[in-house]
């Protein structure tokens, strides 16, 4: 009978431990749209300068659009320091936006290799700039609620 409890409980004890153990084992996964995507995918250390001046020799006429200019702002805010574009207002967010879908209109009417590299390029840049104000925002909405 004796041996029996003890069993019982060396079973019990080991079930509970591998229970913790799978509880500190958790693993995070990152989905942000960059995840997957090597470096050269976006427009960062330095390939940012290299796309405004492909697009100046190819799609000049854009280059004094304001919408080019708000682009290329926030792209190169986001390379000097990614948590700075966070600070944006949401006016600034809009535009944006509505930026980078006329960059990539624009590249997409190019139909070169060069353009389709550099509106994929533009693509992931704005959608991981995107993820950040996503991610951003539904976490000070969390920290509001508690």
């Known amino acids: ?3 029996r409890v003890i069993f019982a ?7 509970l431990a591998t229970t913790q153990a799978d509880a500190a084992t958790t693993t995070y996964t990152d989905d942000s749209p960059a995840a997957n ?11 940012e300068k290299q796309f405004a001046s492909y697009f ?3 799609v000049a006429k854009s280059m004094h659009n304001t919408n080019w200019q708000s682009f290329m702002s926030v792209v190169s805010l986001f390379n000097q ?4 574009v966070l600070t944006l207002s949401p006016a600034d967010r809009v535009k944006f936006n509505e930026a980078a879908a006329q960059v990539n209109n624009q590249l ?7 353009a ?7 693509s992931y840049t704005a959608r991981m700039i995107n993820f950040l104000w996503n991610q951003s ?3 000070s909405e969390v920290s509001e609620v508690q």
Not at 9 to 15: A, D, P, Q, R, V
Not at 37 to 47: C, I, R, T, Y
């Open 108 to 114: 997409a009417k190019q139909k070169t290799a060069d």
């Open 137 to 139: 925002q539904e976490a």
């Open 56 to 58: 100046e020799q190819r």
């Open 9 to 15: 409980s060396l079973i019990l004890g080991l079930g």
């Open 37 to 47: 995507k090597p470096a050269s995918a976006m427009l960062v250390n330095g390939s």
């Open 1 to 3: 009978m004796k041996s």
């Open 116 to 122: 389709s590299r550099w509106m994929n390029q533009a």
């Open 81 to 84: 320091n990614p948590v700075a």
